[in-house]
């Protein structure tokens, strides 16, 4: 009976250790998947210490933003006219190009004021 007890004991560490394995494994395989298309990159964006920066990023018709996080906190990128990323952990990173010029609102949807605006113009 003792025996047994322990043995149910031993095994909630394990399995805790099993599933974070698990998910290193899984942010691994994402950060290697490709980037959507091979647009050349005019400018980066990153999000750290919960906002995005630089917040502005000017850019010509047809260039492309990537996001990164690069901090251990779930981030997204939530444009007002409805693209959106999705759910960015710790380095993961998502990209998107702009055809039309204007100025392109965003904001993280899980910190309130974390938000940044793209701006598209010759
Ligand atoms: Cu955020």
């Known amino acids: 009976m003792r025996r047994s007890r322990f043995a149910i004991r031993l095994l909630g560490p394990v399995a805790a250790?099993?599933?974070?394995?698990?998910?290193?494994?899984?942010?691994?395989?994402?950060?290697?998947?490709?980037?959507?298309?091979n647009d050349t990159v005019a400018a980066t964006v990153t999000m750290s210490d919960v906002a995005f920066s630089p917040e502005t990023v000017e850019?010509?018709?047809?260039?492309?933003?990537?996001?990164?996080?690069?901090?251990?906190?779930?981030?997204?990128?939530?444009?007002?006219?409805?693209?959106?990323?999705?759910?960015?952990?710790?380095?993961?990173?998502?990209?998107?190009?702009?055809?039309?010029?204007?100025e392109f609102a965003y904001e993280c949807t899980y910190h309130p004021g974390m938000e940044g605006t793209v701006i598209v113009e010759d």
């Open 17 to 37: 250790v099993a599933l974070l394995t698990a998910c290193d494994e899984g942010d691994t395989d994402t950060a290697e998947e490709p980037d959507a298309g």
């Open 59 to 102: 850019i010509a018709p047809g260039e492309t933003v990537e996001f990164v996080n690069e901090e251990q906190m779930v981030h997204d990128v939530a444009f007002d006219d409805g693209e959106a990323s999705e759910d960015l952990e710790e380095g993961d990173s998502y990209t998107r190009t702009f055809d039309e010029e204007g």
